[in-house]
C-alpha cells in the first residue's frame, strides 16, 4: 500500500474551512433571475467557488448567464477534466436534521452540512488534491480542468450549455459517486404519467425525481377511512385529528428497491377508500415494486435490472400527474420502454409525457485512464480486489468523453446523499483527497 502523501495539515485544513464556507451558501433549485437561471442561491455558489480558485492560482472563467463556471491550470497539452457540481437537492424536512444544514459543522470527526457528500465536499476534496501536488512542486504535463455544474440535481442545462459552448475535455472524472470506480451507467429516464382530474380528493406532494419519498401527508375527505387502510397493509403512519403522515425510506431513485416509498403507501391505502382509475395503477398494478417488474416485466441485462421510482402523485379537479424516474439497463431501448409504458398505463386513463433523458455511459475497463485509476485505488486502499463497477446513478461523467465516476465515497462510508444529517467523515475526506492527489498526479503531472 502507498502510504507517501502530499495531503499535508494545512491542506486537509484550507479543503475543510473552504468546504464548510461552499456549505454555508444553500444553492438549491430556485426561479430564476438575470445572471442566475437556477435561482441566487446556485449563482453565489458558483461565484464564491470561482473566487476561490482565483485565491488558488487557477484560470476561471464563468458563463456571464450563470450556467457554469470552470477553473484551469497548466499551459499546453491535452485536457484532463474534473466535473463537479454546486447544487444540491432542498434540505427537506429540517426537523429530521440534527444540526442546521446550511451551517455546516464538525462533529465526532465528520463534516456535516447539505452537500458535504453530493457534490460539494467531493469537489473541494479533488480541488485541493490539485492544489497539494501544486505545493509539493510537482509540475503539469497537461491542462486540468475543473468544470462546475449548476444544475446537476434537476435537469442538466448547465453542463448542456458548458458542452454547447466549450471545447471538449480529452479525458476526465466525475467525483460524484463511489469508489472505486464506475465504467457504464444506466440510461435515466424522468417523465410523468397524466391522467384525468377528480372531486372526490386532491393531493400535493412536490418531491424530487431523484429520491425515494420518506414522508406523504394527507388530509382530505374519508381521513378515517385512509388511516384504517394504512392499518389494514400495516404500514407505519402518524396519525392527528386532521391528518396523517406515511412513513417510510429515503434513498437515491437509482436504489429504489433499498428504499420504502411513502408516496406508494399512502396511494395503495387510498385506493382501497376511493374509486378512482389513476389510484388502480398504483393499488392494482404498481403496487410497491421498484423494478417496474408488475408493468414491464423483467428488465435486466449486464448492468443489472431497471428500477423504477414514483415519487409525486398530484391530484387536483382537472390534472393527475405522477412524477417518475426510471433507471434504465445499457443494452435497453428507451422507446421500447415508453411505448410499453404507455400501452400499459392507458388502462388506468393515463398517458406518458416526456420530461428528460441522458443516455448511458461506458467507457472500457482495459483503457488507459480506467486501468491508471483503478491502480492507485488499489495502492492507496489495499483492496486488490476491487473491479470498476456499473450503476444506476447518473454522474457528469456521462457528458463527456472518456470521462468515468471516480469517488469520493469510499465503501465503509454510510450513504447520506439526499437525505437529513448528509455527514463525510473527516478521515475519509482526507483519504479521498490522497487518492485523487496520486491519480492526478500519475496521469496530468511529470
Known amino acids: 500500500m502507498t502510504e507517501k502523501t502530499v495531503i499535508t495539515d494545512q491542506i486537509k485544513i484550507a479543503a475543510v474551512e473552504a468546504l464548510k464556507a461552499l456549505i454555508a451558501q444553500p444553492s438549491y433549485n430556485q426561479p430564476a433571475e438575470s445572471g442566475a437561471p437556477f435561482g441566487p442561491g446556485i449563482r453565489q455558489a458558483l461565484d464564491q467557488m470561482m473566487a476561490l480558485c482565483d485565491q488558488l492560482g ?18 499546453t497539452g491535452p485536457t484532463f477534466g474534473i466535473i463537479g457540481h454546486l447544487d ?4 427537506g424536512d429540517l426537523t429530521a436534521w440534527d444540526t442546521d444544514p446550511f451551517q455546516p459543522i464538525v462533529k465526532d470527526g465528520k463534516l456535516i452540512g447539505r452537500g458535504a457528500q453530493d457534490d460539494k465536499g467531493p469537489t473541494i476534496a479533488a480541488l485541493y488534491a490539485v492544489k497539494a501536488l501544486l505545493d ?15 444544475d446537476e440535481e434537476i435537469l442538466w442545462r448547465g453542463i448542456a450549455k458548458y458542452n454547447e459552448k466549450e ?19 444506466k440510461g435515466l429516464l424522468q417523465a410523468y404519467l397524466v391522467g384525468p382530474g377528480t372531486d372526490q380528493f386532491s393531493l400535493k406532494m412536490d418531491n424530487a425525481f431523484n429520491a425515494v419519498p420518506a414522508k406523504a401527508e394527507y388530509a382530505g375527505p374519508k381521513l378515517a377511512a385512509v388511516v384504517a387502510a394504512l392499518k389494514k397493509h400495516n404500514f407505519e403512519f402518524e396519525a392527528t385529528d386532521s391528518k396523517v403522515a406515511v412513513l417510510g425510506k429515503s434513498v437515491h431513485a437509482m436504489n429504489a428497491p433499498q428504499g420504502t416509498n411513502a408516496v406508494l403507501r399512502l396511494l395503495i391505502a387510498m385506493n382501497d377508500v376511493f374509486d378512482f382509475k389513476p389510484l388502480k395503477f398504483i393499488g392494482e398494478l404498481f403496487k410497491e415494486d421498484a423494478t417496474g417488474e408488475n408493468v414491464l416485466g423483467k428488465i435486466e441485462d449486464e448492468s443489472g435490472q431497471l428500477t423504477f421510482n414514483i415519487s409525486t402523485f398530484n391530484v387536483n379537479e382537472k390534472e393527475t400527474r405522477l412524477q417518475i424516474d426510471l433507471r434504465l439497463p445499457a443494452t ?14 392507458k388502462k388506468f386513463d393515463l398517458h406518458y409525457e416526456d420530461y428528460d433523458y441522458l443516455a448511458p455511459l461506458f467507457v472500457p475497463k482495459d483503457s488507459a485512464l480506467v486501468k491508471t485509476l483503478m491502480a492507485v485505488y488499489r495502492e492507496k486502499t489495499g483492496d486488490q480486489t476491487a473491479e470498476p463497477t456499473i450503476s444506476g446513478g447518473a454522474t457528469f461523467a456521462r457528458t463527456m468523453h472518456n470521462c468515468v465516476a471516480f469517488g469520493a465515497m469510499l465503501p465503509d462510508v454510510p450513504d447520506f446523499m439526499h437525505q437529513a444529517n448528509e455527514q463525510w467523515p473527516l478521515a475519509s475526506m482526507y483519504k479521498t ?7 492526478i498526479k500519475r496521469l496530468c503531472f511529470e
Open 58 to 75: 487557477f484560470r476561471t472563467y464563468t458563463d456571464p448567464a450563470g450556467y457554469y463556471g470552470y477553473a484551469e491550470i497548466g499551459e
Open 88 to 91: 444540491t437537492v432542498p434540505a
Open 136 to 150: 509539493a512542486g510537482y509540475h503539469l504535463k497537461q491542462k486540468i480542468r475543473f468544470i462546475f455544474g449548476t
Open 167 to 185: 471545447s471538449p475535455i480529452d479525458a476526465g472524472i466525475a467525483p460524484d459517486a463511489e469508489f472505486p470506480l464506475i465504467y457504464a451507467e
Open 332 to 345: 435497453i431501448s428507451k422507446e421500447q420502454i415508453i411505448k410499453q409504458l404507455d400501452a400499459r398505463v
Open 433 to 439: 483527497m490522497d487518492i485523487y492527489a496520486e491519480a
